[in-house]
């Protein structure tokens, strides 16, 4: 039997914060990629069992929040 520990909730979260990141074309080359390096990192845990699905959603919103506030401030000014 397959198992796995993305519940859907879980790679909702991870897809939504890879779009935002997606959307970050106006930072640096460096800063995306540490940002890739985050939610590279964060989904390595999820499938290593060392972030329970309250601990990787909350590593997932974090980041799209900080993405989409990022984004939204650089469409407005």
């Known amino acids: ?10 790679l909702a979260a991870r897809l939504a914060a890879d779009t ?5 074309t106006h ?3 460096a800063e995306r990629a540490r940002l890739h390096l ?6 390595s ?7 329970d699905e309250p601990e990787a959603l ?3 919103d974090s980041l799209r ?3 989409v506030e990022q984004n939204e401030a650089v469409t407005a000014g």
């Not at 039997?1 to 879980?10: F, G, I, P």
């Not at 935002?20 to 970050?24: E, I, Y």
């Not at 985050?38 to 989904?43: F, V």
């Not at 845990?45 to 972030?51: E, P, Q």
Request: aromatic share 6%.
């Open 20 to 24: 935002q990141l997606g959307r970050a």
């Open 65 to 67: 929040d900080r993405l």
């Open 27 to 29: 930072l640096p080359a």
């Open 58 to 60: 909350a590593a997932f």
């Open 45 to 51: 845990d999820v499938d290593a069992g060392r972030l």
């Open 38 to 43: 985050e939610l590279l990192n964060a989904s």
């Open 1 to 10: 039997m397959l198992t796995t520990l993305w519940t859907r909730s879980v």
